[in-house]
């Protein structure tokens, strides 16, 4: 399965030079992660439980630029899952016309938040994770 959000490219999102810049590409990646999390994640139980979510390395690819006023669609899905961490996909497509603007794969930790250590991926984080299990060239 593929989680997908829409964004619509503000002013405020683009630099001196008109378009979004790579700094802020990782807020609009960050972003829509978020979006994902809230949709179909219970951070807050998780966050009771003592769990959290590490990011431990970002590797983004930009393939063309996005301006004001564009309607992108982010794109997430993983495509590893280990025993502590996985791999997430994230794409960024500009909806009138399918380009690709980025790509992003995004290593994370579930962690022990008290005590910042990684943990077992195990029960529920497993689980929702593995709904959104895909093979690395999807799509």
Same mark, same amino acid.
Request: with cysteine; charged share 25%; net charge negative.
């Given at each position: 399965?593929?989680?997908?959000?829409?964004?619509?490219?503000?002013?405020?999102?683009?630099?001196?030079?008109?378009?979004?810049?790579?700094?802020?590409?990782?807020?609009?990646?960050?972003?829509?992660?978020? &979006?994902?999390?809230? +949709?179909?994640?219970?951070?807050?139980?998780?966050?009771?439980?003592? +769990?959290?979510?590490?990011?431990?390395?970002?590797?983004?690819?930009?393939?063309?630029?996005?301006? $004001?006023?564009?309607?992108?669609?982010?794109?997430?899905?993983?495509?590893?899952?280990?025993?502590?961490?996985?791999?997430?996909?994230?794409?960024?497509?500009?909806?009138?016309?399918? *380009?690709?603007?980025?790509?992003?794969?995004?290593?994370?930790?579930?962690?022990?938040?008290?005590?910042?250590?990684?943990? &077992?991926?195990?029960?529920?984080?497993?689980?929702?994770? $593995?709904?959104?299990?895909?093979? *690395?060239?999807?799509?």
């Amino acid at each position: 399965m593929i989680f997908t959000t829409d964004v619509t490219i503000r002013g405020y999102h683009c630099d001196a030079y008109g378009h979004v810049n790579n700094a802020r590409w990782v807020e609009l990646c960050e972003g829509a992660r978020w &979006a994902w999390l809230d +949709q179909d994640m219970d951070v807050s139980t998780w966050k009771e439980k003592g +769990q959290g979510i590490a990011v431990i390395k970002l590797a983004v690819a930009y393939r063309r630029p996005a301006h $004001a006023h564009d309607v992108v669609e982010f794109r997430c899905w993983i495509t590893k899952l280990g025993g502590r961490s996985g791999v997430a996909h994230q794409e960024a497509v500009r909806k009138s016309t399918g *380009e690709i603007l980025i790509e992003a794969d995004v290593t994370f930790l579930l962690i022990d938040i008290e005590t910042g250590r990684p943990r &077992a991926m195990d029960g529920g984080p497993r689980d929702v994770f $593995a709904r959104y299990l895909v093979s *690395e060239d999807t799509p």
